[in-house]
């Protein structure tokens, strides 16, 4: 597999990945990681909005070598952070960015006062639904017809921070 440049993607140990705040200058690439993983991507004006004007969001760019690799996000309200979204670059998946994002905005949630993390995930994404497991995310209900794209029900997800 191969870059834009070219050149071969590293191996998972050979990574040097930079998980930062993201910014506005980095909303072309970040639109290019949300085009490519879903089907109803959010717009350059939602990106900006969140990262300019919404003070209780919180959102992070992973990256090697100033390419946007993946983000993440989350809103914090009170003492709950609700993680709005989370993606990795078709190209870089498999490598545990994903995992490593999940873990750094839950620490980052633990960091700001939070005392749990809610999500939604599709029914039908299994992978992201064994990540969350993986670290400590229950089933906590259903959303019927959440996705507007086709109507798909999404899992409620919780993890109780300590």
Do not use: C
Request: hydrophobic share 40%.
């Amino acid at each position: 597999m191969k870059t834009k440049s070219n050149e071969p993607i590293p191996d998972e140990e050979d990574l040097s990945i930079k998980i930062r705040p993201m910014t506005v200058k980095d909303l072309e690439g970040v639109l290019t990681v949300e085009r490519l993983s879903y089907s109803s991507p959010w717009r350059f004006e939602d990106f900006y909005r969140e990262v300019v004007f919404n003070q209780l969001a919180f959102y992070y760019v992973a990256e090697i070598e100033h390419f946007i690799t993946g983000f993440v996000g989350m809103w914090l309200i009170v003492d709950e952070a609700h993680i709005t979204n989370i993606a990795v670059h078709p190209e870089f998946r498999r490598k545990k960015i994903g995992e490593r994002l999940l873990l750094y905005i839950i620490e980052e949630a633990r960091r700001r006062g939070a005392r749990r993390v809610v999500l939604e995930v599709r029914v039908s994404n299994y992978k992201a639904q064994n990540l969350y497991l993986k670290h400590d995310f229950r089933y906590a209900g259903i959303r019927k017809n959440y996705y507007r794209d086709n109507n798909e029900d999404a899992f409620l997800m919780v993890k109780e921070l300590k």
